[in-house]
């Protein structure tokens, strides 16, 4: 299956926000309303920064379920 043609990604110009949609425009996967986060950190004695990212699948709400992705490089 042809990737491209399963889905799309879609950046809300105004809040940055990322969303992925199916061939119909049915929501996937979305980022929740405020869920990215950038905090400094020191990881073994280096500067760096923590990323936290929230995401919401298709047919739930903020309030009811999220999932979400944090990194820090080492």
Do not use: I, Y
């Not at 990322?18 to 061939?23: A, G, K, N, W």
């Not at 425009?25 to 936290?52: F, I, Y």
């Amino acid at each position: 299956m042809d990737v491209k043609s399963a889905l799309s990604a879609h950046v809300d110009r105004e809040t940055g926000a990322v969303s992925f949609t199916d061939p119909s425009g049915a929501s996937l996967l979305a980022e929740v309303p405020n869920g990215r986060a950038v905090a400094a950190a020191t990881v073994q004695g280096q500067a760096t920064h923590n990323v936290h990212q929230r995401w919401m699948p298709a047919r739930t709400s903020p309030s009811t379920a999220s999932a979400s992705t944090s990194c820090s490089p080492l």
